[in-house]
């Protein structure tokens, strides 16, 4: 782990997989870029997972490693060419959307970290602060950035049944971001947070 640090905010270089002890001492307003391998896993996925091995408790049979993992909500565009896939934009998706199932994620897997957009609920919040789990928000709009962070396909799983943008792609990445600690392992919340402070100026006007 490396720390920069600039105007009070720390920029933070790590390296995937992420121990706990380095996930638990990332705060909110920490910046990250990730170097390593990271997984696309977004609707389709995060329910197929759910339905046919944590539910039937073969999540040993999983084809790929979830285990202390980051994962990355994102509809990508992947091309195939010559039989080789190219990602051609990899941007984020809307996280509250995967709310009801991201918890049982965190804690049958150990989830380390989650990339999306848009923030997730109180039940996510929770599941990170017990398991050792930190939010990475994105910069809306800053697909193509993140996509220069992409190096190289490393695998791909379930495209038959899901289609290239809902399979589950492993993706090696270098100086992948800049990514936000929105919520980190504590409790906080910066969307919670926020809500909050709305509802408050609400009841003064």
Not at 7 to 35: G, S, Y
Not at 128 to 135: E, I
Request: contains cysteine.
């Amino acid at each position: 782990m490396v720390i920069y640090n600039l105007n009070n905010l720390n920029f933070i270089n790590l390296n995937t997989p992420l121990e706990e002890e380095v996930v638990r001492n990332l705060k909110v307003r920490d910046i990250i870029f990730l170097t390593g391998e990271i997984f696309i896993c977004r609707d389709l996925a995060h329910r197929k997972i759910i339905d046919e091995y944590i539910l039937k408790n073969n999540k040993q049979k999983l084809p790929f490693d979830l285990n202390n993992a980051v994962i990355f909500h994102t509809g990508a565009i992947i091309k195939e060419e010559n039989s080789k896939f190219i990602p051609i934009c990899v941007g984020s998706t809307t996280s509250i959307k995967l709310e009801s199932i991201e918890p049982t994620l965190i804690k049958e897997f150990s989830l380390k970290g989650i990339i999306g957009k848009g923030g997730m609920g109180k039940e996510t919040t929770l599941a990170m602060q017990k398991h050792g789990c930190v939010y990475l928000g994105t910069i809306g709009g800053a697909a193509a950035l993140l996509t220069e962070g992409v190096k190289e396909i490393l695998e791909n799983y379930w495209v038959e049944d899901c289609g290239l943008t809902e399979a589950v792609w492993k993706l090696r990445v270098e100086n992948f971001g800049p990514l936000f600690v929105d919520i980190d392992s504590h409790g906080r919340n910066v969307y919670l947070e926020n809500e909050e402070k709305i509802k408050i100026s609400e009841s003064i006007i």
